[in-house]
């Protein structure tokens, strides 16, 4: 038998091949699926980045393509910014993303707050007034106009004193004058850093994990000194003409404060669990300031303007706490989630009452601070 002869029997020997399956319909879907995602793997630079002209494309991500230092609210399930460029995150100001809201109401309380401030200056310091006259600054219209709507509520209870001089004339010595401004601008100035803070940490925690813990924590400090501060216009005023007791309140508060501030410098209470933790700290700061203010509404009962400062300080206790409900409740988004992920949201809404509480205490502070330039301390 020749060689060829030879493979032609080996080749019939050998068993004939199967064919293969036809594959289903589900397995052709998967196949599918794995070719897209096999496509946009080698397309991505990595998590919330693509590669575009040979330079990078930061995109929005899911919760679940989060690291783990990120994921704090599991029912915002799109539109997060992860890992980017400090240059990036903070050009993202101007874009719109899950945290966008959450930076701009900050940042524009900042600037009202900020031209509160520029607008209190001017009048109390008369350089500060030239300068303005100089400029066109549409932030001190703002000013100026809720200065002047809070002024129009507390005209009525001045108007009240005039027609009682009487009763000026009990509580005022000889000379009074302007009392002094610095506790007001404390206060100013401890609301300018919480909500400055705040808008950081929004805007740029996004960069990296370091970067994220160190303005978690900026945050935290901010939102404990707007409490201390806040403080002091109402005991520093109230308790003007009784230095023991303005000493004690402001001394306790401000170490109360401090505490506040060491324990979150932890970076367990930094992380998501513990959001009940370190809003029951805050909370706890905020209802210390109950004692000083039975106090002086007893040892100023009779005070005409006793009511409005109540109601201003009623508003701006309702405000933080009805704030920090929504925060802790994580309402709406819990309700449905990814539905809030643009706005709407339970920060958001906190971020709106933050803002509230603050500008009902700055009414209450003008308050304390005009009484006390009418009424001075009583003569001894």
């Given at each position: 038998m020749?060689?060829?002869?030879?493979?032609?029997?080996?080749?019939?020997?050998?068993?004939?091949?199967?064919?293969?399956?036809?594959?289903?319909?589900?397995?052709?879907?998967?196949?599918?699926?794995?070719?897209?995602?096999?496509?946009?793997?080698?397309?991505?630079?990595?998590?919330?980045?693509?590669?575009?002209?040979?330079?990078?494309?930061?995109?929005?991500?899911?919760?679940?393509?989060?690291?783990?230092?990120?994921?704090?609210?599991?029912?915002?399930?799109?539109?997060?910014?992860?890992?980017?460029?400090?240059l990036?995150?903070?050009?993202?100001?101007?874009?719109?993303?899950?945290?966008?809201?959450?930076?701009?109401?900050?940042?524009?309380?900042?600037?009202?707050?900020?031209?509160?401030?520029?607008?209190?200056?001017?009048?109390?310091?008369?350089?500060?007034?030239?300068?303005?006259?100089?400029?066109?600054w549409?932030?001190?219209?703002?000013?100026?106009?809720?200065?002047?709507?809070?002024?129009?509520?507390?005209?009525?209870?001045?108007?009240f004193?005039?027609?009682?001089?009487?009763?000026?004339?009990?509580?005022?010595?000889?000379g009074?004058?302007?009392?002094?401004?610095?506790?007001?601008f404390?206060?100013?100035?401890?609301a300018?850093?919480?909500?400055?803070?705040?808008?950081?940490?929004?805007?740029?925690?996004?960069?990296?994990?370091?970067?994220?813990?160190?303005?978690?924590?900026?945050?935290?400090?901010?939102?404990?000194?707007?409490?201390?501060?806040?403080?002091?216009?109402?005991?520093?005023?109230?308790?003007?003409?009784?230095?023991?007791?303005q000493?004690?309140?402001?001394?306790?508060?401000?170490?109360?404060?401090?505490?506040?501030?060491?324990?979150?410098?932890?970076?367990?209470?930094?992380?998501?669990?513990?959001?009940?933790?370190?809003?029951?700290?805050?909370?706890?700061?905020?209802?210390?300031?109950?004692?000083?203010?039975?106090?002086?509404?007893?040892?100023?009962?009779?005070?005409?303007r006793?009511?409005?400062?109540?109601?201003?300080?009623?508003?701006m206790a309702?405000?933080?706490?009805?704030?920090?409900?929504?925060?802790?409740?994580?309402?709406?988004?819990?309700?449905?989630?990814?539905?809030?992920?643009?706005?709407?949201?339970?920060?958001?809404?906190?971020?709106?009452?933050?803002?509230a509480?603050?500008?009902?205490?700055?009414?209450?502070?003008?308050?304390?601070?005009r009484?006390?330039?009418?009424?001075?301390?009583?003569?001894?």
């Amino acid at each position: 038998m020749d060689q060829e002869s030879c493979e032609r029997a080996e080749a019939a020997a050998l068993p004939e091949p199967e064919p293969e399956p036809e594959p289903t319909k589900a397995q052709g879907v998967g196949k599918k699926r794995r070719s897209k995602q096999q496509r946009r793997s080698s397309s991505e630079g990595g998590a919330g980045s693509k590669k575009k002209n040979g330079e990078k494309e930061y995109r929005l991500v899911s919760y679940e393509e989060l690291p783990e230092y990120m994921k704090e609210n599991e029912f915002i399930l799109n539109y997060y910014r992860s890992e980017w460029p400090v240059l990036n995150a903070a050009l993202s100001l101007f874009s719109w993303h899950n945290e966008t809201i959450n930076i701009w109401t900050h940042l524009v309380g900042f600037m009202v707050f900020l031209g509160l401030t520029v607008w209190h200056l001017a009048q109390y310091f008369p350089q500060v007034a030239h300068l303005i006259g100089h400029l066109s600054w549409p932030i001190s219209k703002v000013a100026e106009n809720v200065s002047s709507n809070i002024g129009d509520a507390i005209s009525g209870a001045a108007s009240f004193m005039q027609a009682n001089p009487g009763l000026a004339e009990a509580f005022a010595g000889a000379g009074v004058g302007p009392t002094t401004r610095w506790p007001f601008f404390v206060f100013l100035a401890g609301a300018m850093f919480c909500l400055l803070s705040s808008c950081a940490c929004h805007l740029l925690s996004c960069h990296s994990h370091r970067l994220n813990l160190f303005l978690i924590r900026l945050d935290y400090t901010g939102i404990a000194v707007m409490i201390v501060v806040s403080f002091f216009p109402p005991i520093y005023y109230i308790f003007q003409c009784e230095p023991r007791w303005q000493l004690a309140y402001l001394s306790a508060i401000s170490v109360a404060g401090a505490g506040t501030v060491y324990a979150l410098m932890s970076p367990r209470l930094s992380a998501a669990k513990y959001r009940a933790h370190r809003a029951l700290l805050f909370v706890g700061m905020g209802l210390s300031g109950v004692v000083p203010a039975v106090h002086a509404a007893a040892v100023n009962w009779h005070e005409p303007r006793r009511n409005l400062t109540l109601a201003y300080e009623g508003a701006m206790a309702a405000s933080y706490l009805i704030g920090t409900a929504f925060y802790l409740t994580r309402v709406p988004e819990r309700w449905r989630p990814g539905m809030f992920d643009l706005a709407g949201q339970s920060h958001q809404i906190f971020h709106a009452l933050v803002i509230a509480g603050a500008l009902a205490h700055y009414g209450a502070a003008i308050v304390f601070l005009r009484v006390r330039d009418e009424m001075g301390c009583p003569a001894k």
